[in-house]
């Protein structure tokens, strides 16, 4: 029997990079998987990648109403499941004193309140036993230039892996983090203006790093499968896939 057979999984932000790669280890794994995206084309490529195995769904975090649909659409499509993973995230690569309110406002609404949200509705779908890992980043725990905005929001994600987790303990859920350092995806070279730029900072990144590179979706989407389904004595916890880069 396949390793995730049987299992049912939401994953909200689930059509690129860390989630995508997630979604297709559980799919190969034999989970059926429900993902969510806000991109009409990356939605289509995602369900192409995936086949019958997954269902791919519109939806923004960052709106209250589209949560509140989803969490419905979980309950019609699947009654419950055995891990939610919430993965949505924007990015704000600039100075705090050229950061506008609007662009404050997209990286709290997305990040940290649509994140808030995203686990409060489908949580009481989550069977006994059952997993949620929030992801994080490595700014929530170094002063990152060009990230306060950004690291703020992640930072608050990981005060709610805390509190959910105790909040959760009852109902038999376990609520942990992941917290991914500089990851090559696609979201990375979006991240900056033009090609030449995203190509320096590749390599100031991967200098800086112990490991001396970046890390991959693949390594990162091991480490909350593990959370999810391994790691079966541990919540309130996160668990850094970033090259030491936040240890020392």
Not at 52 to 61: E, F, N, P, R, T
């Amino acid at each position: 029997m396949k390793r995730y057979q049987g299992k049912k999984v939401v994953i909200i932000g689930g059509t690129s990079g860390i989630g995508l790669t997630t979604a297709k280890m559980l799919v190969d794994g034999g989970a059926r998987v429900l993902l969510t995206g806000r991109s009409p084309s990356s939605l289509e490529k995602a369900q192409k990648e995936l086949g019958d195995g997954a269902v791919a769904l519109s939806s923004d975090a960052g709106l209250l109403a589209d949560i509140d649909t989803l969490a419905a659409r979980v309950r019609a499509e699947f009654e419950t499941i055995d891990l939610l993973f919430v993965n949505p995230g924007v990015g704000v690569f600039a100075p705090f004193a050229h950061t506008s309110e609007a662009m404050y406002d997209e990286v709290f609404d997305l990040n940290t309140k649509g994140s808030f949200f995203a686990v409060q509705k489908p949580a009481p779908l989550i069977n006994r036993g059952g997993s949620v890992v929030l992801t994080t980043a490595i700014s929530n725990v170094k002063g990152m230039p060009m990230l306060a905005a950004s690291g703020a929001s992640k930072a608050a994600l990981r005060s709610f892996a805390r509190a959910f987790a105790g909040e959760l303990a009852p109902q038999g859920v376990r609520v942990n983090a992941v917290s991914p350092g500089p990851i090559d995806t696609p979201s990375w070279s979006k991240s900056f203006p033009d090609k030449e730029m995203a190509a320096q900072v590749t390599v100031q990144m991967s200098e800086a790093n112990p490991m001396k590179r970046l890390g991959t979706s693949e390594e990162v989407a091991r480490a909350v499968l593990f959370l999810a389904f391994d790691a079966t004595y541990t919540t309130g916890a996160e668990l850094p896939v970033d090259g030491g880069q936040s240890q020392f």
